[in-house]
């Protein structure tokens, strides 16, 4: 049984610090996306990477994947309340037709 | 682009009555579509994955009779839940891909049996 491991799984910090969230496997993945979710809401996609080693950054938020491809990490600098939702990584098991497997999701509040 | 939308997005249902949630892909052919469950506060957990024309897979311990899916066509897919209790109450949500990486999700359907 594949599984990620996302940590931390719930996070309160004030409006300006900065914070990273982890996603560990023994898996090897052939892509990793990260996707962000509002109560009430679909997740919406925030990146994918594909390459052992990617950096990719979108705003304040910067997203690297393992050299491995066993892991992950979002970044995020200077947190600001439009940030507070719900954080899901989800690795593409090679070969599994599109099959998603998702950590336990990482729930971000950050206070003004 | 990849605009997957669903419909219902609330629904309230008696007892032992049977639900259909729809999920389409608006802008593109989905090839996949995969349907989800979540808990409040939880991740997401796959229930099946659909592939146009042919019978879903669905994951271990989902019942298949249970939760009926249907992939007519390559933006269309449903989710019926036959003889739903209070236990099936529950956020759904589809997602769609055309076999590259990422799924595209669609806004979910909250679903109340009373």
């Known amino acids: 049984t594949q599984l990620l491991e996302q940590s931390p799984q719930f996070l309160s910090i004030q409006e300006g610090e900065n914070l990273t969230v982890y996603c560990n496997s023994s898996?090897?993945?052939?892509?990793l996306q990260w996707y962000r979710q509002e109560p009430g809401e679909g997740p919406v996609l925030l990146v994918t990477?594909?390459?052992?080693?990617e950096v990719k950054k979108l705003k304040r938020l910067t997203f690297q994947f393992g050299d491995a491809r066993k892991d992950s990490s979002l970044h995020i600098t200077a947190a600001q309340p439009g940030d507070t939702g719900l954080y899901l990584c989800a690795g593409a098991i090679t070969g599994n037709t599109g099959k998603l497997i998702f950590g336990q999701g990482t729930t971000l509040q950050v206070k003004p | 682009g990849a605009v997957v939308s669903q419909h219902p997005s609330r629904v309230i249902c008696k007892s032992g009555t049977s639900v259909k949630i729809e999920c389409r892909s608006l802008?593109?052919?989905?090839?996949?579509m995969f349907w989800y469950r979540q808990f409040p506060k939880q991740s997401l957990m796959l229930m099946a994955t659909s592939n146009e024309g042919s019978k879903a897979t669905y994951e271990q311990g989902v019942e298949k009779d249970k939760f009926l899916i249907n992939h007519a066509s390559l933006t269309l897919s449903t989710l019926t839940v036959t003889s739903a209790h209070p236990e099936d109450s529950s956020f759904y949500i589809c997602?769609?891909?055309?076999?590259?990486?990422?799924?595209?999700f669609g806004p979910g359907t909250r679903l109340t049996v009373t």
């Open positions: 997602s769609a891909s055309w076999g590259a990486y990422e799924q595209y």
């Open positions: 898996s090897v993945f052939s892509s």
């Open positions: 990477v594909v390459t052992g080693g």
């Open positions: 802008d593109f052919q989905a090839t996949t």
